[in-house]
């Protein structure tokens, strides 16, 4: 039981330091996502510039479709770092359920060792009623048992 304590002790060690590790994943995301944000912003901006230059002739129908092609690739961007944030978001959230089943586990093998050492104590009682002493020197020559 004592073990059991010790290596639940070391799990929330181990729980909290996920949980440190996944907090800081998500300003990691956070700024992940608004820097996909402000480039998928400047890539409408340009498209809307080549939109413009293609209606007054001045550039090719190609360059048109090679902005909207990146102006795509950066929505798409943006898209999987909102996602990102959502996944660090989420595993924090298990890193602290991880914790708080650790505190658990601790909170159940404390109760194991005191159940044990109580164990501990009856057995020794018991042992102890197998032992018959006299406050005077002889020998026992009868000993009756009642049971109940």
Do not use: C, M, Y
Request: hydrophobic share 45%; net charge positive.
């Amino acid at each position: 039981s004592r073990a059991r304590l010790k290596q639940a002790e070391k799990s929330l060690k181990k729980a909290k330091a996920d949980l440190r590790v996944a907090r800081a994943a998500v300003p990691k995301a956070e700024a992940g996502l608004q820097a996909a944000k402000a480039f998928s912003r400047f890539r409408e901006k340009s498209h809307k510039r080549i939109l413009a230059l293609w209606e007054s002739r001045a550039v090719e129908e190609r360059l048109v479709d090679e902005s909207e092609e990146r102006r795509e690739s950066a929505l798409a961007s943006e898209r999987a770092a909102d996602l990102g944030l959502d996944s660090a978001r989420a595993q924090a959230d298990a890193a602290e359920a991880r914790v708080e089943q650790a505190e658990a586990d601790i909170a159940e093998a404390q109760a194991s060792v005191g159940v044990a050492l109580a164990e501990l104590e009856r057995i020794e009682v018991l042992i102890s009623f197998s032992k018959i002493v006299a406050p005077f020197d002889g020998q026992i020559t009868r000993r009756n048992v009642f049971p109940g």
